[in-house]
């Protein structure tokens, strides 16, 4: 039993004692109170860093101003239907992601969510009967 108790006692002790570090690898100075990571356009400049302020500029084209930032765009771009896919057919999406909170979503989630059933079952046949006519090439 006293054997089982030494190891963990040893580990702790070890963990507790302080560590004799080299000074001389120590960091001489606190790091600045500051940062700022700015993007600029076109001709701008980027702004002077004041005392202990560190200020980190990225130079864009002026044409990138007011538009969606790049990975952001990539990122829409990943959400579009593979063939394209229209806004009506991202809003039913949407709506369909958002049904399962409202009232008759047929979830236990919503308030009165149980009474949208009939209207879900409703709406899969409808989907199934639009995936069938669109296999036959009859859309």
């Known amino acids: 039993m006293p054997a089982r108790l030494l190891f ?4 702790a002790a070890a963990f507790a004692a302080p ?14 109170d500051k940062f700022s990571f700015l993007i600029t356009y076109g001709a701008d400049q980027c702004p002077e860093s004041s005392g202990e302020e560190i200020v980190v ?6 044409t990138e101003r007011y538009r ?21 057919s991202a809003v039913e999406g ?3 992601i958002a049904r399962t ?3 008759n979503s047929c979830s236990a989630v919503g308030s009165y969510g ?3 059933c009939t209207a879900a ?16 090439g009859k859309d």
Request: charged residues 25%; negative net charge; contains cysteine.
């Open 57 to 62: 500029c990225a130079q864009e084209p002026e």
């Open 19 to 32: 560590a004799h570090a080299d000074p001389s690898l120590a960091q001489s100075a606190e790091p600045p």
């Open 94 to 96: 949407y709506d369909s």
């Open 121 to 136: 079952a409703i709406r899969q046949w409808f989907e199934e009967r639009r995936l069938y006519a669109q296999q036959q």
């Open 114 to 116: 149980f009474t949208g």
């Open 68 to 88: 969606v930032p790049k990975p952001l765009r990539e990122e829409l771009k990943e959400d579009d239907a593979p063939m394209g896919g229209s806004w009506a």
């Open 8 to 11: 963990p006692l040893l580990a």
């Open 101 to 103: 909170t409202r009232p």
